[in-house]
Each structure stands twice: as structure tokens, then as C-alpha cells.
């Protein structure tokens, strides 16, 4: 297995983040990244590489321009405001809601981020932008190594990228790795992708890109909306729109979901990645449906892991795998190898 680890992960290290009405340490901490690669120094399975440079046009193909250039911007716009917020992450504070207009970028900065932005607990800060840039890169070099009969391969990164949209971020999420590897894949060639998120909070963004799309099957499998984040998107009957119906699967499930019932939510979604004709595979490979994780309420076990990876497996399709959330920072390491160990045997 090729994996394609981010060099520049550790730029991006939030130090607060707004959560359950206080602000607490960042749950999404560069420990996380290194925990899954001592992992696969003791476990080795394929070898480590890093990206080559990111292909802009392919971002651009999936996000906005005026969204990569806030990005890129923003913190130079953050610091010229007072040298002393080089000291303090961004994190926004006003959003357009109900009746208010996104049509119109302002000049103020804090109403700039909240334009861009859906939540209080992404912060963004100095190295955020190249952490995120590299992400990209090795999701879209994975996803053309796949293209070229690598036959399986992982993005390796952080920050984590299924809730990022084509012009907003939030859920510790900037740029959509998987939908970058998604469209990397169809580029190369592949008529119809899947891309399945196994992560325990719904890919939103990744379905907001693709939700009028047929090209790209989407299905997820998540903690129900109703009580979980991202809360305002990821109900069943969310089934795409236009040329895109029917291509959207969302697959909710209760708190305290166990193993037994989650793989049976993993089995109709590959079903329908057949039905749907998918000829390449992207896995928002998410962890925090494991029973130990501190803001997620599923009750994996790390041994169900290996299963996962084997289900995977079996729909027989080059895939590329990308890293998405997972908090329990000591056993994200087991929980990712194991999935990618289960794939290969």
C-alpha cells in the first residue's frame, strides 16, 4: 500500500476551540497524525512517501476561487489587523443566517470569516493554509496513483477535510481531501466514483459538492443529525438533487450504536456503490466511531476495525483511503492500521 503522508501536518496546531459552550484545547491535535505513523513503523504496510506539489487547478475545480483566496489570505489579513493576533487563532464570531445576504463579501475581517465559515470550533492559524495545501496534495497524488494501477493507496493528513465545502470550512475542516481525490480519479479516467464516509459525523461538505452530481455516488454513515454534528445535514432522505438524485445515501444511526449494526449500514452502502456502477472507491476514513473517542457516541471496538477494512475489501475496486476525524488520540494509531491491515489481508 502507497501512503502519502503530509511533511507540513504539524503547521496546523489550533489551540482553542469553542465546544459545548466554552473554549477547551483542540480535540483535532497533531498528536493524532503521529500516533497512526508510529503505528505503521511498528506495523509497517507499504511505504511512506510525501507529496509532490499540490495541483491548483484540480482545487480549484472543487472550490471556489474566492474561497482558496480568503484561505490563503486570511492569516496576513488576521495579523496586519494587530501584530498581537499572531498570538491568537482565528475563530469567527457572526455568521449570515436566516434572511442575511452571502452575496456580498465585506471588507471587515470577522464578518469575512463568518461568510466563509458554519461553525466556532475550526481555528484557523498561521500554517493552517500549507498544512491544508499539502493535505491536498496527497489526497489528489494518492487518488492519481490509484488511477495508475497502484491498486490501493491513503492520504495521510490533517486537518481533516469532509466537512469543508466548496467555499466554507468548519468541523476542523478547509479543503475536501476526499472530494479532491474523488475528482482526481474521474480526471484519470474513472466514469463513476464512490466515495463512502465511515467517520461517525456526516461528510456535509462532501455532500454538499457532489449533491447535484451523478458521477459521484455519495454514502454516509454517521451519528443521527438530530443529536449529533453537523446537525443540518445528513437525514435519510437527503438523496441529491437534479442529475443527482438518487446519488446521495445518507445512513443515520443512534447513539450507542455497536458493531453489529453499523456493518449492516456498511453493507447497503456498498451495495448501492455497485448498483451505482462505481469503477473506483475514496473511504472518508474516519475513527471516531470507536467506543473510547470523547466526542463521538458509537461503540467500536478496535478489533471491529480489521472487519471494516475486510468489508472495504471486498467491493473489489481501487480505492483510495483518506484520514478524516478521530479523537481518542493513543488508539487512533491501532484503529487506522487495523483498517488499512484488514483491506490488505
Known amino acids: 500500500m502507497l501512503i502519502f503522508h503530509n511533511p507540513n501536518h504539524h503547521l496546523h496546531a489550533g489551540r482553542q476551540e469553542m465546544f459545548r459552550g466554552r473554549l477547551v484545547p483542540c480535540h483535532e491535535t497533531p498528536a493524532r497524525l503521529d500516533h497512526v505513523l508510529d503505528e505503521l513503523r511498528r506495523r509497517p504496510l507499504g511505504p511512506l512517501r510525501e507529496p509532490g506539489a499540490v495541483d491548483l487547478d484540480l482545487v480549484r475545480c472543487i472550490h471556489s476561487p474566492h474561497y482558496l483566496d480568503f484561505l490563503a489570505q486570511a492569516w496576513s489579513d488576521w ?95 478547509f479543503l475536501n481531501n476526499s472530494a479532491l481525490a474523488a475528482q482526481a480519479l474521474r480526471d484519470a479516467g474513472a466514469d463513476r466514483v464512490a466515495v463512502v464516509d465511515v467517520d461517525y459525523h456526516h461528510g456535509n461538505g462532501t455532500q454538499s459538492i457532489f449533491y447535484e452530481r451523478d458521477d459521484v455516488f455519495t ?14 445535514l445528513g437525514y435519510a432522505d437527503e438523496l441529491g438533487r437534479g442529475r443527482g438524485e438518487g446519488c446521495n445515501l445518507n445512513l443515520p444511526l443512534p447513539s450507542g450504536t455497536g458493531f453489529a449494526s453499523w456493518q449492516q449500514a456498511l453493507l447497503r452502502a456498498l451495495a448501492e456503490v455497485r448498483r451505482h456502477g462505481a469503477e473506483a472507491l475514496v473511504v472518508s476514513l474516519g475513527v471516531d466511531t470507536f467506543e473510547g473517542d470523547p466526542i463521538s457516541r458509537f461503540t467500536l471496538r478496535s478489533g471491529d476495525f480489521v472487519q471494516i477494512g475486510r468489508m472495504l475489501a471486498s467491493a473489489g475496486l481501487p480505492t483510495v483511503f483518506v484520514m478524516e476525524g478521530g479523537y481518542a488520540v493513543a488508539e487512533v494509531g491501532v484503529n487506522v492500521v487495523n483498517v488499512l491491515d484488514g483491506f490488505l489481508t
Do not use: K, Q
Open 219 to 232: 454514502a454516509s454513515i454517521h451519528g443521527d443529525p438530530t443529536t449529533e454534528y453537523p446537525f443540518y
Open 79 to 173: 495579523v496586519a489587523l494587530d501584530p498581537a493576533n499572531s498570538e491568537v487563532d482565528i475563530l469567527p464570531s457572526v455568521w449570515p443566517g436566516h434572511g442575511l445576504r452571502r452575496d456580498v463579501a465585506p471588507t471587515n475581517f470577522s464578518a469575512r470569516v463568518g461568510l466563509y465559515s458554519f461553525d466556532a470550533g475550526t481555528p484557523l492559524g498561521a500554517g493552517t493554509w500549507e498544512a491544508a495545501l499539502a493535505g491536498a496534495a496527497c489526497a489528489i497524488d494518492a487518488a492519481r496513483a490509484v488511477a495508475a494501477g497502484a491498486g490501493v493507496a491513503m492520504a495521510l493528513t490533517r486537518p481533516p477535510g469532509h466537512h469543508a465545502g466548496a467555499d466554507f470550512f468548519g468541523g476542523y475542516c
